[in-house]
């Protein structure tokens, strides 16, 4: 009888003991935010371009543009199309485009449309290629929209690591001088107006606009020659623009830029170069207008830093010849 | 008396605790629990808020056919939740089950086309149909989920596993949310959380001892109230007092006892002092001092 009480009585201290050797519910603890801000991490990145450059290579195997899919758009694919054409008839090769990266730009940006920037190893006898690729929204894939060689001699500025990734910029931000739509907006105009232009001493030298300006000087010449007139229109496409901030605090910009070069004569038919006769849409007679989908890539230094704005990468892409 | 009475009562306790230390050493809580909750959505989405309630456990998922597991930026994640039908695992209700809510994207089934195609499409094919049997023996059948096709770029990680996928938290970096999805379209049919958690149980084993210790106490005291020990205590008792007495008296040793041996060994060591080592000196005198004492006794 003892034993029986004794044993109770321990079932039921056990009991009573044991409801506090339960721990409490936790609590859930407020939400922390991520280490690493950046929209694409190195694999990320590694894995966007590794299939652009299986599918570009694809497409250039066949020369097809068909062949050209999800990841490569807009002037891109309008390029490398025109590239295959150009490359019919012994014409010249597609542009080389290194699938090796030694640097990848990606953002820290929270919303659509989004960029990474490659700058490829440098092909043999060439600059290292500077390729771009945007994001629309969040259910579509980068695709490379642009590319253009650095220009001899041009230096890229030190970005964030892809783990912080850089800031996009908007267009008007004022933190840098000039801001980007503002630098953007000369350099077209210094284009516009050429060499003797006074905007030519807001940036540093550079050979994308000496061969814009002596192609423009030959053909000037040419055109007056046959009483006609050469005109070159230069658009930049603002929605296609993008701005990274770099380490220093300046801003590298992306800009496309329409340029459209119309040849005109008096009493007399007009000729393209045969290598840019398959591109040639309509029937020339007297003027012919060639069209380019240009990519320019400037760098504007941060406030603390020396130097003017530079151009350090753009390429003249002829995508088509019209007849008017 | 009264000390075995108080051993008694201390037996008494022992056993009490002895018995509640067993019973709660029985019933102690686990140390790992796993609540779970049943879901029906083909994307189960874990916030990273409770993925922090276990930093050591693992977080699970069942389903049927193959489930992918990814890890996006937390802004990332959300916009590519706003198309999607989802099950958000909150937190814990209790220790056995978590809490959920869901939300669902109401999506416009394609109307028909009132297409006036008039093409008379009189192809005789004879295709065979799988009949509703077949369709019925291979279980329902479900279309691939429409985010299946869109990007995948803002996934920072992916792990894949057939009916079952479980990822370490760990593995998954603060702040993300862990997204599950079914590739096949099949509803997946479980979430479950394993936690370790510290239990308060550092006491039960300490009163298991000290119940076992009472009880033994308690054991011994019973022993002696059973078994009378009073005749030999008595004798022990008149032991004492007889060599209280003997020495009081001045008698000498008892032949082989020890006294006796000192007394022959000392005097033995006195005869041989002549031929003794320097370095014994000590040693000696102490001895000697001693037999000195036990003569002047005796």
């Known amino acids: 009888m003892r034993g029986r009480l004794a044993l109770a009585t321990g079932v039921a201290a056990a009991a009573l003991t044991l409801?506090?050797?339960?721990?409490?519910?936790p609590t859930t603890p407020p939400a922390s935010s991520p280490q690493q801000p950046s929209a694409l991490l190195e694999e990320q990145a590694a894995r966007v371009i590794d299939e652009t450059f299986a599918q570009l290579e694809a497409a250039d195997s066949a020369r097809d543009p068909d062949l050209l899919g999800n990841r490569i758009g807009g002037d891109a694919a309008r390029v490398r199309a025109a590239q295959y054409l150009r490359a019919e008839d012994d014409g010249p090769s597609p542009s080389e485009l290194p699938s090796s990266m030694q640097a990848i730009y990606v953002t820290d940006v929270e919303s659509w449309p989004r960029i990474m920037v490659g700058v490829s190893d440098a092909p043999e006898e060439s600059t290292p290629v500077v390729g771009l690729w945007?994001?629309?929204d969040v259910s579509r894939p980068?695709?490379?929209?642009?590319?253009?060689?650095?220009?001899?001699?041009?230096?890229?500025?030190?970005?964030?690591?892809?783990?912080?990734?850089?800031?996009?910029?908007?267009?008007?931000?004022?933190?840098?001088?000039?801001?980007?739509?503002?630098?953007?907006?000369?350099?077209?105009?210094?284009?516009?107006?050429?060499?003797?232009?006074?905007?030519?001493?807001?940036f540093d030298d550079d050979i994308y606009r000496d061969r814009l300006f002596s192609a423009r000087e030959t053909l000037t010449e040419a055109a007056d020659d046959a009483d006609g007139d050469y005109i070159d229109t230069i658009q930049p496409r603002i929605e296609g623009t993008f701005a990274l901030s770099t380490a220093d605090g300046g801003a590298l910009i992306f800009a496309p830029v329409t340029i459209a070069s119309s040849f005109s004569v008096e009493d007399a038919t007009v000729s393209v170069p045969s290598a840019d006769r398959p591109l040639v849409d309509g029937d020339l007679d007297d003027k012919v207008t060639h069209h380019y989908r240009d990519l320019v890539v400037i760098f504007v230094p941060g406030p603390e830093a020396e130097g003017r704005p530079a151009v350090v990468a753009a390429d003249h892409h002829l995508v088509r010849v019209s007849d008017s | 008396m009264r000390l075995r009475t108080i051993a008694l009562v201390a037996g008494a306790l022992g056993i009490v605790v002895l018995a509640a230390g067993l019973v709660a050493d029985a019933y102690r809580p686990e140390r790992t629990v796993t609540p779970d909750v049943a879901v029906d959505s083909t994307v189960v989405v874990i916030e990273p808020e409770v993925m922090a309630l276990a930093p050591e456990g693992r977080v699970g998922v069942s389903g049927s056919g193959a489930i992918e597991a990814h890890i996006a930026r937390p802004v990332d994640a959300k916009a590519w939740l706003g198309d999607v039908s989802a099950t958000y695992v909150t937190g814990l209700s209790d220790w056995e089950s978590l809490t959920t809510r869901s939300a669902d994207r109401?999506?416009?089934?394609?109307?028909?086309?009132?297409?006036?195609?008039?093409?008379?499409?009189?192809?005789?094919?004879?295709?065979?149909?799988?009949?509703?049997?077949?369709?019925?023996?291979?279980?329902?059948?479900?279309?691939?989920?429409?985010?299946m096709t869109a990007s995948r770029d803002h996934w920072r990680e992916t792990w894949r596993g057939t009916d079952r996928i479980s990822v370490r938290t760990i593995d998954v970096p603060a702040g993300l949310p862990?997204?599950?999805?079914?590739?096949?379209?099949?509803?997946?049919?479980?979430?479950?959380?394993?936690?370790?958690?510290?239990?308060?149980?550092?006491?039960?084993?300490?009163?298991?001892?000290?119940?076992?210790?009472?009880?033994?106490?308690?054991l011994v005291a019973l022993v002696f109230f059973i078994v009378d020990l009073r005749p030999v205590q008595a004798r022990i008792e008149e032991s004492m007092a007889r060599l209280r007495r003997r020495r009081a008296a001045g008698a000498p040793p008892s032949p082989n006892s020890r006294r006796s041996r000192r007394s022959v060994s000392a005097g033995q060591a006195g005869a041989d002092d002549s031929g003794a080592p320097e370095g014994d000196d000590d040693q000696t005198d102490t001895d000697d001092t001693d037999d000195h004492d036990e003569q002047e006794r005796s």
């Open chain 1, 19 to 25: 409801s506090a050797c339960t721990p409490e519910l």
């Open chain 1, 134 to 136: 945007v994001q629309e």
């Open chain 1, 142 to 202: 980068y695709q490379l929209r642009g590319w253009a060689p650095m220009l001899p001699g041009a230096t890229l500025p030190a970005m964030p690591s892809t783990s912080t990734g850089a800031s996009q910029l908007l267009l008007t931000d004022d933190s840098v001088e000039p801001s980007p739509r503002q630098a953007l907006d000369d350099y077209l105009e210094l284009l516009r107006q050429g060499s003797d232009s006074d905007l030519s001493d807001r």
């Open chain 2, 106 to 147: 109401v999506v416009a089934s394609p109307s028909p086309t009132a297409s006036p195609s008039a093409s008379p499409s009189a192809s005789p094919s004879p295709s065979p149909s799988p009949s509703a049997e077949a369709e019925a023996a291979d279980g329902p059948e479900f279309e691939e989920p429409a985010f």
């Open chain 2, 178 to 218: 862990l997204i599950v999805t079914s590739t096949t379209g099949a509803p997946l049919t479980q979430a479950d959380l394993q936690i370790d958690r510290d239990v308060n149980d550092g006491w039960i084993n300490p009163l298991i001892w000290w119940g076992a210790v009472l009880t033994a106490v308690g």
